[in-house]
């Protein structure tokens, strides 16, 4: 197979008018009319234009000056700027001359991973609802559109900045607009939201070169890659045609390099957006270094059947990321996976998801909203993204803004035999157990046989005595470790006891 007829006549031509082709200075994609701007923090603006070109940039009574490289790019940094009540002009002044309208000042979160995080308000609980009360001209959503990308992309398409009104928050991210109103309504000050997220993508997809480098145990992950591709032979052999245009390209030159690969995308991989790095690549390094206040992010199903490598990939991937941005260890929340009745032999492999997620609250700086009740049996889709977006936002209120308030479900602590039960003590329960509808559920008991039982469960203030007459001698518990569980355990403040196991078998 090969294609090196077309590709052939383009990337002569791209060479031949490489050199005379001149760029109008071009801010980077998420630019545009209506962003929003991370206020109180040093703010970057950057983008490309004709090697050697002087830029001025100016905003907010600020004046910034640089000479572009040999590859064209530039970079200013503006200083910390105040929330703003209305919106001002960004002007880019080179060659010729950019204005960039109704610019803001505020608040703005990144929001990413995989389906539910793309969930739109479209199709959330009581849409119609959301979508008529939704007039917050303050509160700004950019999409950044699907690309899967094997180096490091500068530039995406978007959406370009919308306002939240009836008219375009239909297509939202649900999770990004609930818990950005919150925020809004409580703070006063603009919310953006960067939406850059895939369905059906693994975390591996999400994570950078240097943090897939950065451990020998990820090869595992270049190896079942290219395992994957293995099996896809036609694709295999484009891949590799490519591959070779691309060294040959590469020996004349870093700039004939480059204008290969952009006038010649990689062939599609065989399962689109699982490329490791692909999604990085393409959807998250063109927004680096855009000033934010911190990330949202929902992922983890289509990680569920390799739960035991998940918190090491997660904890990179976030390490990566925080590298990447350069704004130290930039706030980084989660959702804990949603019930969901996965099809899976041993009705626990989300359960062990969890876990990792939970796990990965070593890293600082890093916080998880509980789901585990707002699950739906049959959809991996649940509709009820309010509370995901309220739970998310409780964390960002009491962590970064300063407000009082209870943000963290009782956690477990710590585990005693009394006789033939237990009781379990929690971290976060000072306002009490509450089980809501019944008695506790989804509690289990196990002996030295390792074998578990379900288990009732007595709450006596902040401790819950679970026994089962199955298990005489118990000497491990577990509560909600089920794929979908009967998870109705609430702290006094109705957050969701999180999920937990005191064995490590």
Known sequence: ????????????????VVEVVRAD???????????VLQRERPIPIWGKADAGEKIVVTFAGQKREVITGPDGRWRVMLEPLPASATG?????????????????????????????MAFTVNRAKEAAKEIAGARFPSVRHVTIERALALFPNETVKTSGWQAATPENVGEFTAVGYFFARDIHQKLDVPVGIIHSSWGGTPVEAWMNGPALASDPAFRVVSERWQESLARDPARQEAYDEWTRQDEAAKA????????????NPP??????????????????????PYALRGVLWYQGENNTTRASEYRALFSAMITGWRAAFEQGELPFFWVNLAGFQAPDPSGRNYAFLREAQTQTLALPNTAQAV????????DIHPKNKQDVGRRLALLAKRRLYGIPCDDTGPTYASMTREGSAVRVRF???SGGLVAHNSPPGALELAGSDKVFHPARGRIDRTTLVVSSPAVPEPVAVRYAWQNFPLANLYSGAGLPVVPFRSDDW
């Open 1 to 16: 197979m090969t294609f090196a007829h077309p590709l052939t006549r383009i990337f002569l031509f791209t060479l031949l």
């Open 371 to 378: 789901a585990i009740d707002l699950g739906e049996a049959k």
């Open 88 to 116: 001002a002009e960004l002007i880019i002044a080179g060659n010729k001359t950019t204005t960039l309208r109704d610019i803001l000042i505020g608040e703005v979160w990144l929001c990413s991973g995989q389906s539910n």
């Open 267 to 288: 062939p599609t991989a065989p399962r689109q957006g699982q490329t490791p790095a692909g999604l990085y690549n393409g959807m998250i390094h063109p927004a680096v």
């Open 25 to 35: 200075p071009a801010p980077a994609s998420l630019f545009t009319d209506g962003a």
């Open 427 to 429: 971290n976060f329960a």
């Open 252 to 263: 004349q030159g870093a700039g004939a390099q480059a204008a290969f690969r952009q006038q």
